[in-house]
């Protein structure tokens, strides 16, 4: 009989100690739970953040290299009209650019041919620049073929546009 009632005792015992740490049990796993949803919850925001700052990185980089180009155009094109006010672009917010003769906005069609055709070659050199700095935008050896680029200016442009051609060939 001693071992039978050793046995209801240890039997009693379970209970108790299932009754006794049941509610503590289940708020473990429940805050596990928990822990877990909002382990994979930091995780998604963390991958978000990493997103972001990629594009965020990206885009800076685009928004420097336009602003490269465009003062490379706007350098040069005050060097081929010999004025820096001339003739230049200015960007804007939305990724425009607006074109100013002497400070002042003129739309495209109110520029002569030869003075479009300055822009356009310019605008040519500064991509074929994109993604290079000062320094290495002539380390790698190209063939370009330029058809007759001077032949739509007058003389004072001639001599600008010759120059330039000169100095970036």
Known sequence: DNAALQAEAEQANYVLAYMEAKDPIDRFIALRKEYDQNVQKVNSIELEIKRYNRDVTTLGLQMRQTATALEYINEQLGNIFYSKGRLSLKGSEDGSYLLCSRGKPVPPGKLSTGERNIIAL?????????GKTESTKYS??????????????????????????????
């Open 122 to 130: 310019t605008y040519f050199f500064a991509t074929l620049f994109s």
């Open 140 to 169: 790698n050896p190209m063939l370009v073929i330029i058809d007759d680029p001077v032949s739509s200016f007058d003389s004072g442009n001639r001599t600008g546009i010759s120059s330039f051609m000169s100095f970036e060939l």
